[in-house]
């Protein structure tokens, strides 16, 4: 509903910002490799959970379980 996709919409857009802030960082020469690491392992998580959601919602309902 309406607040699955508020929240999806915060995970993205909280997503985004970090990405936003890697690139700014790298123009300034101060990216740390952690920085980047938590970058990418929070990405991976928001594609997980959508898997999970998709699957959830989306598969499972159009299956009739």
């Given at each position: 509903?309406d607040?699955?996709?508020r929240?999806k ?8 910002i ?5 690139i700014?960082?790298?123009?300034s020469q101060?990216?740390?490799a952690?920085?980047?690491e ?14 999970v959601i998709?699957t959830?919602?989306?598969?499972l309902?159009?299956a009739?379980?």
């Amino acid at each position: 509903g309406d607040e699955q996709d508020r929240s999806k919409a915060e995970r993205v857009t909280f997503g985004i910002i970090m990405l936003l802030a890697l690139i700014g960082m790298s123009f300034s020469q101060r990216v740390e490799a952690e920085a980047v690491e938590v970058a990418g392992l929070y990405w991976h998580f928001v594609d997980v959970v959508w898997i999970v959601i998709f699957t959830l919602v989306f598969l499972l309902t159009e299956a009739g379980v």
